[in-house]
């Protein structure tokens, strides 16, 4: 089985500032790691995601997640943020032979002015 | 536009009601989830259909029962609402059986008062 801790509920950030956003995660076998993102009254849709190779992944929207299997972390940065990145942002996790995602509890982002 | 669709979209139900949540998708995949959102609780997996005639439970399987009717389609039936079903319903797609990043239909809110 696996596990997520999102290590921070709400993130407040200044438009222009950088930002990181933590994910760690346990697993006993090998993982595929995903970064969703949730805009107000919408679904969730994709950021990113890591199944093998290069460690650095690179999504849409500017962001990008780093994995680091000796720290079992997976933490999601954008080197400058805007308004409209203002949404909450979940971390997710499969065994690499399940089906299943298993969820974090979520990181609220709020960009301000 | 192709994705997942579902219905409805708002719902009030009374303590005791029942009702079916309707979930389709058109990218044929094979695996389809039924997941719930609550604030600070992230998602959790309700049931999960691996492939067309097979279904499993998840982590919070009681009180719901699902029917994968064919490929496409996927719903989640309540038989008696209860007021701690009042959640955000949200259905998910894959391809290939493997977890390379989910689509998510839109959801459904329902309140159970």
């Known amino acids: 089985a696996q596990s997520v801790t999102q290590l921070d509920s709400q993130v407040p950030v200044f438009e222009e500032a950088p930002v990181e956003l933590r994910c760690n995660y346990s697993s006993s076998v090998s993982v595929y790691l995903f970064w969703y993102v949730q805009y107000p009254n919408q679904g969730l849709q994709l950021l990113l995601k890591?199944?093998?190779?290069?460690?650095l992944v690179k999504g849409i929207n500017g962001f990008e997640a780093e994995f680091n299997k000796s720290q079992t972390s997976f933490h999601l940065r954008k080197p400058s943020v805007h308004i409209s990145d203002t949404a909450e942002y979940f971390c997710a996790v499969s065994g690499s032979s399940n089906y299943k995602l298993t969820f974090g509890k979520g990181t609220l982002l709020t960009v301000n002015p | 536009n192709a994705g997942v669709t579902q219905t409805p979209k708002f719902q009030v139900l009374k303590t005791g009601q029942s009702m079916t949540l309707q979930c389709a998708q058109d990218m044929n995949h094979n695996s389809m989830y039924w997941y719930r959102q609550d604030p600070g609780m992230g998602l959790r997996l309700i049931y999960y259909s691996a492939s067309e005639g097979t279904t499993d439970k998840g982590e919070v399987p009681n009180g719901y029962n699902v029917s994968r009717l064919n490929k496409r389609e996927f719903s989640l039936r309540l038989e008696s609402a209860a007021p701690s079903q009042t959640s955000v319903y949200f259905c998910a797609s894959s391809e290939g059986g493997k977890a390379y990043g989910y689509t998510f239909g839109s959801g459904t809110r329902l309140t159970v008062v």
């Open positions: 890591y199944l093998s190779g290069s460690t």
